[in-house]
């Protein structure tokens, strides 16, 4: 065949297998999630529904050994290229690794995360994690938030005192909200599965349960990333307490531009120029952004290496997507980023000193044995939905995606700025777009909560 065509075969055939294996691509899988006790002996602390007060405090003996195997990491030879392109670059893991080693210091996000109210309770058979701050302001909406990977709670911690307390950051007492911040299982403090079937539908209803455990009435869910499959399959449960979801991460790729995609065909020349930037984005990820995502779907089992070597599991949390791994080469560049240093390594260190490597990566798993849509695939959730989009997001959803995917869309807006992990990159502009975007919903709150 011609040469451009055999380069259009292959890259169609490496896209399409690659988006196959993550469950990006619609293909019929098996839709029936295996069942069982799970539990988690190591952090069993109670039984029953009751919420118990959780505090974070690890020994000294961990964070030594974090830096006695740091210094000892064996390091391979740079790259060959001059660019990223080969991945994770070697001159920006040596500058992570020797900060970490020498200046980083745990025991201040410790002291923050120990200074809001965190709780463990048994949800489904597993220990759930959260965090759970009341605002003092009457009539405040309920609203949790899920992070993804490789993200954590901490993520969000940016976003408590703001959202519970709108008139110390620029906003009135009617924008006030209740947060709940659970880590997903096998994330964070919560528990790890000791069996299949934690996807997102079964997380969903473990949200819902925690919420109604909280004893609320009515409440909203938001989320980006996992946070966004979550709060979507929130959505199509549709419990009579959800008032709405909100996400940066929109899932909004009409069944046309997602098959284009996965058969290598060209862009349509009627796309816009919104609509033409999100295939861009989406055909760069499909063929060249997957990596991390394939080996996590299909074998993440045998990712060892990241829970044995703190900068294997750096390099690993680093490559998530182009963007973002740019913005940190930027902060250990010694530039000045929405993220600091410090940001960065409290989310590779929660990972490290809760051994949730690899219990983190099975979501991925998990999700490929049953979602029956692709990640990006239209949902059909039809309750209200808040779409916020981050330009430097994965893809940035165009307006005319977004209607079509959401028949009740009450709020569409597209930031300057940003990029995947929204809430801790920019939390000012976060807050407003849940202010603004939930806004309309307050009047069917009442005095349910």
Sequence with gaps: MPDLDRRRFLGAAAATAAASQLGLLGFPRNSEA??????????????????????????????????????????????????????????????????????????????????????????????????????????????????????SFIEQMKIIAPLTNPTAYGGKAEDAFDVVIPSLPGYGFSGKPTAPGWDPPRIARAWTTLMRRLGYKKFVAQGGDWGNAVSEQMGL??????????????????????????????????LSADERNAWDQLDFFYKKGLGYANEMALRPQTLYGIADSPVGLAAWILDHDARSYALIARVFDGQREGLTRDDILEN????????????????????????????????????????????????AAPRSWAERAYPKLIHFSKLPKGGHFAAWEQPELFVREQREGFRSLRSQLGDAN
């Design 348 to 395: 590779i260190t929660m990972y490290w000193l809760t051994n949730t490597a690899v219990s983190s990566a099975r979501l991925y798993w998990d999700n490929r044995t049953t979602a029956r849509k692709g990640f990006f695939d239209v949902k059909n959730v039809t309750i209200p939905v808040v779409v916020t989009v981050f330009p430097d997001e994965i893809y």
């Design 237 to 270: 449960q549709a419990p009579p307490e959800l008032l709405g979801i909100s996400t940066n991460m929109a899932a909004t790729v009409p069944a046309e531009i997602g098959k284009a995609l996965a058969s290598g065909s060209p862009p349509p020349a009627s």
């Design 34 to 151: 295996m069942t069982g006790t799970l539990t988690d002996d190591a952090r069993q602390t109670g039984s029953g529904p009751d919420i118990r007060p959780f505090h974070v405090s690890f020994p000294e003996a961990d964070l030594t050994d974090l830096r006695r195997r740091i210094e000892a990491t064996k390091w391979p030879e740079r790259e060959t290229v001059s660019d990223e392109s080969q991945g994770v670059q070697f001159t920006t893991t040596q500058k992570l690794a020797r900060y970490w080693a020498t200046d980083y210091d745990w025991r201040k996000v410790e002291a923050r995360i120990n200074a809001v109210p965190n709780f463990i309770t048994e949800i489904d058979g597993l220990n759930i994690h959260f965090i759970h701050v009341r605002s003092k302001e009457k009539n405040a909406m309920p609203l949790i938030v899920t992070h993804g990977w490789p993200g």
